[in-house]
C-alpha cells in the first residue's frame, strides 16, 4: 500500500465515504505527517500498519466537518517532503518527535515551501523535533524544554479576536500535558494565542519569566505558522474547544482567514 492514505483509505475508518476532492476545486488541501523517530505519542500509534492514527482520523474529520479542507496522511516524511510533492498542498502539519530522516535538499524545500507563501501547523510535540537543524525551531518558533505539569490548568485566552480562539472567552480549564519552552522562543517574535495561568499550578517550571505560551501564530517569510501545546491526551482531541482551536488555526494557515474576524473574511 502507498505510504501516503489518501481520503479514500480513511473512509474505512471514519464514517464517510466522499472524496473533498470531488466536492470543490477550492478546497485546500493538508499534508499531514505523524511520524516519530524519538517518543511515540499514543494518539500516533496506529492500531495495524493498514489503520489510521487518532491525529489523523481527527484531521481528516476536522476537515470534512468544517468544509475547508482535504487532509492526506503519512508517517513516511522522507516520501511526502519534496518539492514536487509539497507543491500539491496548502499547508504541512507535523505531530512529530525526533529527528526526521530528511536531506539538507528536502529540509531547504520544506523551509522555501513555507516562505514562499504556503501554510505550516503543529500540535504538541512538532516542537520536540528537529532539535539539530536550528532553522526549523527558528520557524516553528520554539524548542520544547520539559513538562512540568499533566493535570488540569487554567489558561489565559490573550488573543481574544483570532479565529482559533474568539469561542474561548477570557480563560479556561483543561487536562493536558502541558509543555514549557526554551530558545528560540520569545514572545516578541510570536503572536501569543493562549498561555498558562502560572498563578493555578503549585509546581514551579524552568521558566524565570514564567511565560508558559500554549498556542501562537507567527509569518515565515510570506507563509504562516500555527502552533499549539495541547494535543497529548485523547480526549483532547474530542473537545470541541480543542477541535475549534485547531480550525481556526489550520484556517490561518492555509488563507482562509487573516487572523481576525470569520474565516474567509479579510480586516477592512
Known sequence: MHKLFSLTVAALFIATSLSFAQESKSTKKLLVITESKGFVHGVVKRPK?????????????????????????TQDSRTAITAENLQKYDA????????????????????????????????????????KWPEYGNMIGAYFDGHPWHEKIKVKVEDKS?????????????????????????????????????????????????????AWTKEYGKGRVFYTAFGHRDEVWADERFQKLMIGGLGYVMGLNDGSGKIGEKKQ
Open 49 to 73: 500498519p493498514e489503520e489510521l492514527c487518532l491525529v489523523e482520523k481527527s484531521l481528516i474529520a476536522l476537515g470534512k466537518s468544517s468544509g475547508m479542507f482535504e487532509a492526506v496522511v
Open 92 to 131: 504541512v502539519f507535523f505531530y512529530t518527535t525526533g529527528e526526521l530522516p530528511l536531506s539538507d535538499v528536502q529540509k531547504a524545500d520544506l523551509l522555501q515551501y513555507i516562505k514562499s507563501g504556503k501554510g505550516f501547523a503543529g500540535s504538541h510535540c512538532a516542537t520536540d523535533t528537529f532539535y
Open 162 to 214: 483570532h479565529p482559533a480562539t474568539k469561542h474561548l472567552g477570557d480563560s479556561f480549564e483543561i487536562t493536558d500535558e502541558i509543555y514549557q519552552f526554551k530558545g528560540p522562543y520569545d514572545r516578541k517574535n510570536l503572536n501569543i494565542l493562549l498561555s498558562m495561568d502560572t498563578t493555578a499550578v503549585k509546581k514551579e517550571g524552568k521558566r524565570a519569566d514564567k511565560d508558559y505560551a500554549l
